[in-house]
């Protein structure tokens, strides 16, 4: 077995990417969108006589010049239906190579459920893992529609029926710098978390292609905007970002009929698997009954191990 670090290119690690229809923090430009804000990152491919069996890429940290953390968020990306075993030998590998001087701490967060499939029974279990919602965009629109949640799909009908006009946003950054601006005031009133917002121009326009990259929809009620959601895609996947309504917007169910057209328009760009992301039924019970109601699997993800 052999561990390959920063010898690929992205056109060769777009093509497995998007083969394995993996998540967002294993995407080249996800990288190299948080390198130019400053994080350093690591990328590997792990082979087997030749064969690709993994990719890797890893966020780092530093602490002083003594200690460094290097995580590998929602991966590897098994490219090779592997073994508890097998996929432990590529996590040994990837522990034992990783070039990096000094202490250091590796964390894995793998992009599966926990299971004895896992093959991190030797690593330590240090966090929980977080849930998302995966919506499998391979199905006709009316496989979708009828997957829906009674009360979801009652409230799309009602967003149909209304005023509201759907308005696709470009990638130009004053198109969509308004939305940005409405999740970092919403970010600190509800006291979330999230990407760094400069990572999201880097994002953009990572890519010759901007809408290869991101999906942003508008919703308007005359000349106001009341709702918008911002998606970013990475290969034949998408995941849900931003989202953003005002009280006007919740009244009239604008979200459901901005996602429903947006996945529309993510099925017409070839995308397979939209990850709706994070649902917490505790904090955030509204939210997460929004993206449940989609009729999406709820994924359980293992945890982060050390």
């Known amino acids: 077995m052999k561990v390959q670090w920063e010898s690929l290119n992205s056109a060769t690690w777009d093509a497995a990417h998007t083969q394995a229809c993996a998540p967002l923090q294993q995407d080249w430009a996800y990288g190299a969108s948080m390198q130019m804000i400053g994080v350093n990152v690591l990328r590997a491919m792990v082979e087997d006589n030749g064969t690709p069996l993994a990719l890797a890429?890893?966020?780092?940290?530093r602490w002083g010049s003594v200690l460094s953390m290097a995580l590998c968020s929602r991966g590897p990306v098994w490219l090779q239906a592997l073994s508890a075993k097998d996929?432990?030998?590529?996590?040994?590998?990837?522990r034992k190579s990783l070039p990096l001087k000094g202490l250091r701490m590796v964390l894995i967060t793998p992009e599966e459920e926990r299971s004895d499939n896992l093959g991190l029974s030797p690593w330590r279990r240090v966090m929980t893992g977080s849930a998302t919602v995966m919506l499998d965009l391979k199905q006709s629109p009316q496989a979708l529609r009828a997957g829906l949640d009674a009360k979801w799909r009652n409230r799309l009908v009602a967003a149909e029926a209304s005023e509201v006009k759907v308005q696709r946003m470009g990638s130009n950054p004053g198109q969509y710098r308004w939305l940005l601006d409405q999740e970092e005031a919403q970010r600190q009133q509800r006291g979330f978390a999230g990407l760094p917002l400069p990572f999201f121009d880097a994002y953009i326009l990572s890519r010759k292609q901007p809408d290869k990259t991101v999906l942003t929809?508008?919703?308007?009620?005359?000349?106001e905007r009341v709702a918008a959601m911002m998606f970013l895609l990475h290969g034949q996947a998408a995941t849900y970002q931003v989202g953003w309504s005002n009280e006007q917007g919740r009244q009239l169910n604008a979200h459901n009929l901005l996602l429903w057209q947006a996945i529309a328009a993510l099925q017409q760009r070839g995308i397979q698997v939209l990850d709706?992301?994070?649902v917490n039924t505790a904090r955030s019970?509204?939210?997460a009954r929004f993206k449940?109601?989609?009729g999406g699997e709820v994924l359980q993800l293992a945890g982060t191990y050390m």
């Open 57 to 61: 890429q890893f966020i780092l940290r």
């Open 87 to 94: 996929k432990a030998h590529v996590h040994t590998h990837l």
């Open 217 to 223: 929809l508008r919703a308007d009620l005359g000349r």
């Open 276 to 278: 709706m992301g994070g």
């Open 285 to 287: 019970a509204g939210i």
């Open 292 to 294: 449940i109601g989609t």
